[in-house]
Every structure is written in C-alpha cells, then in structure tokens.
C-alpha cells in the first residue's frame, strides 16, 4: 500500500473520531494545543494611526520650506491633541499621530533651528512613517480559524488583540504500549537474549512534545492472555499506541486480540523502514501499531501517526513541510518501497547516514532530516530529493 493511501485512510478514520471536548486555557498554557474555535479580532490593530518613527507630525501642505513651530510633543501610551494648523508635532514611535497630521518625518531629515522651530530637509509625501489603524486586523476579522496549531507565534498574535485565555481541543489520550519478551527497561541488568527498550521513552517524550497526555502503559510479554487483559484496562483513552510484534509470520499477539475483540486491518505499506502498520480497534478504542525496530517506529510515527493525531484534534494541515534539495549522495538501486533515509543537509546537499539499518536509530540522531527516496528511483549526485526536517515532526 502506498504511503499516501495509507495516510489518506488514517486521516479519514481520523476525521470520523475528531475530539469535540473542548477547555478554557490561559494564553501562557496553550502552546502545542488547538484552537477550537475561530478567533476573531476584537479590535482593529493598531486601534489608531500611529508613528513609524522618531520624528515630527506635520500636514504636508503646511509645509512650504518655512520652518514650523512645534506645538505638542507626543510620547507612546499619550493621547494627543489634534494638531494646530502650521505647526508640527515631536513624535515617538508607536504613538497616536495627532489628527490633522498626514505624514511623520524621521528625526534624521529634520533640522532643528536656533529659535526652535523645525526644516525640514526631504521631500515629504502623505502618509509616509504612518501604520494606518487596521493595518494588521480590522475588528471582526478572522485571524486564526479553529483547527489552527498554537504556538509562540499565535499565543503573541492572539495576546496583540488582548485575548487572555482561548478555547482549546481537549488532550489526546494516548497509551503507549512496548511489546516484546526481549524487552527490559533501562537501569535493569540486561539478561541473555535482552535489550532495552527505547520506543517507549521515545514514543512517550514525543508525544509530550506534540500536546498528548500519555498513558505510559508499559511492556506487554509476548502472551496473548496478557495481551487481551492489558489492553481491556485501556478503556479511557484515545488510542492505543503500540510498537513491535507486527512482522508478518511472528506470533502477533496483539493482531489475534483485534480480531477476537475487535477489528484488524494490517497493512504492508510501501515504506521503508517501517513496512508492517496494523491499524484497527480493541472493544471500541483505536489501535495502532507500529513496527518495532526504532527507526522504523520513528518513521511511521512521524509520517503516518502524527498526522493522525493532529487531525484527531481537527487540524487541517498535517503533513510535514517538506523542501527539495540535491542529493548529496548515488542511489544506484531503485527499491520497491518509498525510502525515507535518515539524513542531513551539508552545503545545501542532502546526505545520509552510514548505516540505514531500520534498528539503528543512531542514524536518527546524527540526522536532521529524513531524506525521501521515491519507489523505483535511482539517484545520481545533483539530482533533486525531497528533505522533511525532523523539526517539522518533532513537535
Ligand atoms: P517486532 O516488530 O516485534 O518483530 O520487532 C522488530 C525488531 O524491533 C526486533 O529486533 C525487536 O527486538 C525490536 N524492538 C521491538 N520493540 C522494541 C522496543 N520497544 N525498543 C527497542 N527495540 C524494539
Ligand atoms: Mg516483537
């Protein structure tokens, strides 16, 4: 299956289960969560025309190469009064201009005299130094619509039209489940034929990241009886989120328990690293899993799961920015599957990691990007490929 088919199908199956449960927040905790509703202006911004510059508010038909007068001095968070005809106004940036006045001179083309009156050393032109009222937003006008992701950016935005708290999609619960009999958590003594888990730190701190509340249900043996028993506890989340025991011709524990008590669709996805992806559900809550070697668990959590869960909250745009970059690297052998290799950018060439091992996820850290290699293509240095930062997915 294609990753875009299999993306298309998640994201609809998420649309049909979007979180409606909304909160209140104050501003200062909203980052990484979703708007719920859209968010209007409540005021035009700036409310009032006001100064670009440090400098002098004048008419420009009153000036005629005779110095002015200055008649009012206007600081930021002052009123003004309107402006006396034939005079000019010292002004500051961000202040009021004074009605009347059309245009502000910078301080720089101004010349004060002996008597202080003021020249002017420049040709002036109406309106120049002036932020019209408006300029950003004009009261009732839609600056951010509900789905929209907040973070620094929109938190400022929403502060500029004095919003101190906003409506919010509630958290998506999730559980993360590790499963294997192989599996020890860090700071045991490992025994023969063990390894430490790493999914679930990494799968729980990135879903942190995206706004999730986690459910860390820990390591699941590799036992059917447990399987069925563990996952029943699950009943308050969003989705169950697991890793491991996907391949094909493996005892699937988990695939038997979906299909005794529940759904089961497993996916042989056209991605590498990352083929298997069950997706499905457990007596009503949502399953997916993904493949448990690192970097494909990594790859199809950033691809496919994340887009999910974003759209869960009812975000629109899901997929990850990606830009075209030459590759830095041969692809001599076309593969069968879409690649996506764990890469870098180094003088504006994409180039990869040595080993693209699906269970070396030391590749993950040395890159900053995933490099996307299109099914059947081959590469020379030079030709174009399609990089997604990992920043664009981390968070
Ligand atoms: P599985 O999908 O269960 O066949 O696992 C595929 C590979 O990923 C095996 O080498 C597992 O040992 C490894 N693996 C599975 N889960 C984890 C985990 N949580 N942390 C590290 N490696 C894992
Ligand atoms: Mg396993």
Sequence with gaps: MPVEVALARLLEMAEASRIVERERLPLAQVQGRVLAEDLLSTLDLPPWPNSAMDGYALRTADWTGEPLVVSQKVFAGQAPDPLQPGTCARIFTGAPVPAGADCVEMQENAEVQTDERVRFTQALSQGQNIRPQGQEATVGE???????????????????????????????????????????????????????????????????????????????????????????????????????????????????????EGELTLWKLAIKPGKPLTFGHFRGVPVIGLPGNPASTLVTFALLTRPYLLRRQGVKEVEPLKVQVPAGFDWPRPGNRREYLRGRLENGRATIYKNQSSGVLRSAAWADGLVEVLEGRTLVQGDSVFFIPLSEVLS
């Design 142 to 260: 839609l600056i951010l619509p509900a789905g929209t992701r907040l973070g620094p950016i929109e938190q400022g935005l929403a502060a500029s039209l004095g919003y101190a708290e906003l409506e919010v999609v509630r958290k998506v619960r999730v559980a993360v489940l590790s499963t294997g009999d192989e599996l020890v958590e860090p700071g045991q003594t490992l025994g023969p034929g063990q390894i430490y888990n790493s999914n679930r730190v990494l799968l729980c701190s990135w879903l942190q990241r995206l706004g999730c509340e986690v459910v860390d249900a820990g390591i699941l043996p590799d036992d059917l009886q447990t399987t069925r028993s563990r996952l029943g506890e699950l009943k308050d989340v969003d989705l169950i989120l697991s890793t491991g025991g996907v391949s094909v011709g493996e005892a699937d524990f988990l695939g038997i328990a979906l299909r005794e």
